[in-house]
């Protein structure tokens, strides 16, 4: 490793946010959490300088990364020297993940894994959800307080539209906290390694997926609003009664289900032949 540093210099960019993972246990762990399979489908985001990419390529027929830097994408090229490794250099919001599986079809589904950056990845984790259809599992790095959010249930002050959208898609599984002392160069907060897996089949499934996204980012926008206040632009005080939820609550307060039925119903309402008219 020393070797290594020697030869390759890169400064991190703060524009990228990188956080280098370093710490050999957590990189063990991590991969032990995992439970890889030669045949699996795994795609690695955010590389970086390669701590995870080395035990990932020991473990598996083929990999795919995906790194926006340039200099970063050149490293791992000239540090692996692998037919089994293939680099998208490009950014991972940009990763069309549905593209690249019609390219390259298969029976099996993705799994997701990486070290994210920080600042941009709540952006990130709704990109991948578009695609959890084709994705068996997601292993992420991330910061503390985000995975709060992701797993908060109804009251919990962390409670949002990423709750109510990770939740929808994915079971949310935090594994195990990460100290910053783990980066090069340490961030200022600390990390959780989590597991998503993806629900194969919805229970209760919204009928307007892109209304149901609306729905939640409108009611959250303004959460300290009352619902009657935040949505009013969709619904009525008779829709309410309707729909047997107290509008004088706060966004914060209603079930993922709930927001379901608001969606649906708008979405029942906009297709029926009688325009409904608010009251």
Known sequence: MRIERARFSHTPRKRFGQNFLQDPIIIEKIISHIHLKNTDRV???GPGLGALTKPLLDSVDHLD???????????????FHSPKLTIHQQDALCFDLDSFNKQ???????RLIGNLPYNISTPLMFHFLKFSTLIEDMH????????ARMAAAPHQKDYGRLSIMSQYHCKIIPLFIVDNSAFYPKPKVQSTFVRLIPHQTISFPTSNLALFQAITRTAFNQRRK???NALKPHLSAQDFIILNINPTLRPEALPIVDFIRITNFINQRSTDPIEHKHS
């Open 140 to 147: 992420f790095m991330l910061q503390k307080e985000v995975v």
């Open 65 to 79: 990364v995906i790194e926006i830097d340039r200099d970063l994408a050149t490293h791992l090229k000239e540090t």
């Open 43 to 45: 795609i690695e985001v």
């Open 226 to 228: 009352t619902l009657a």
């Open 104 to 110: 390259h079809p298969s029976p099996k589904k993705f």
